[in-house]
């Protein structure tokens, strides 16, 4: 999963997803800035707009859902 995570923070066109762990709980990524994958890939940081950092072990993420661009227009 941090493979997927890296590419879509490196994206050209950012799409806005939400990182979900095994025990169910939800971490949104708004924007680029808002996570960081730690250089091996062993842990992920989630930051919210008021500074709070989760720190995710990689093996507890589960899953990624990619939020729709609202700008983005229908094909």
Avoid at 25 to 49: F, I, K, L, M, Q
Wanted: neutral net charge; hydrophobic residues 35%.
């Amino acid at each position: 999963m941090t493979k997927d995570i890296r590419e879509r923070l490196a994206a050209e066109q950012f799409l806005p997803f939400v990182v979900y762990t095994a025990d169910g709980r939800e971490y949104d990524v708004p924007t680029r800035h808002h996570a960081h994958v730690s250089p091996a890939g062993g842990r992920v940081s989630v930051w919210t707009d008021d500074e709070t950092e989760y720190i995710l072990p990689s093996l507890l993420i589960s899953g990624l859902k990619v939020r729709p661009n609202k700008q983005q227009r229908p094909l």
